[in-house]
């Protein structure tokens, strides 16, 4: 096989083009070119062109290397640029869905798909379930609980056994110190009617 060097394209085209016979008919129909190259002949002049999603590399003319479409602009992509080997694709974040086009992003209504046991708020990306003025969600169990039954009741039980126990205590110490008091003052009496002089056996 003989190639015509004079009808090299300019790099910028990722083409190379020979002269001679149908080359793309040879082993693997691709003639000449190379990984990531696909072969053409039209009136006997075939030509090696670039695959969709590679491009020429500078540094080596027989070598074709990917294009990231990422790279640029997000690749189009609204939220999540994917790239690939030859191509690419657009994917969401958690609470969205790829539309038609491959490119843009709506919101899940996610209350089409949960269920609350009360009402259900849609927001972006997300959900969330309400319950009553006094009940709180539990999202393990998905219900709502009514909170006086727990938290609040066993606070008050608490609160009265400790109110109690205080005054038990106080009333204690009141009796202790009544009759400390009155020890005292008894043991102060003795001794004073002690030290008085017996008056019973007087002068005769």
Do not use: W
């Amino acid at each position: 096989m003989t190639t015509d060097a004079n009808n090299l394209f300019p790099e910028e085209l990722c083409t190379v083009i020979f002269n001679g016979t149908d080359e793309c008919l040879s082993a693997n129909n691709s003639g000449s070119c190379t990984d990531n190259q696909q072969c053409s002949n039209i009136n006997r002049v075939f030509e090696c062109t670039c695959l969709d999603g590679y491009t020429y590399d500078s540094s080596d003319p027989d070598t074709r290397i990917d294009i990231d479409e990422c790279a640029t602009d997000n690749g189009g992509c609204q939220q999540t640029c994917n790239n690939t080997n030859g191509s690419f694709f657009c994917s969401c974040l958690t609470g969205y869905m790829l539309n038609s086009d491959q490119f843009t992003c709506n919101d899940i209504d996610e209350c089409d798909v949960n269920s609350c046991p009360r009402e259900c708020v849609n927001t972006i990306g997300s959900f969330r379930c309400i319950c009553g003025s006094d009940e709180s969600y539990d999202h393990n169990t998905n219900r709502c609980t009514e909170e006086s039954e727990g938290v609040s009741g066993g606070v008050i039980a608490v609160i009265v056994i400790v109110s109690v126990l205080v005054v038990v205590i106080i009333v204690l110490l009141v009796v202790a110190v009544l009759v400390y008091v009155k020890y005292h003052k008894d043991k102060g009496k003795v001794k004073a009617e002690a030290s008085l002089p017996d008056e019973s056996g007087g002068d005769k």
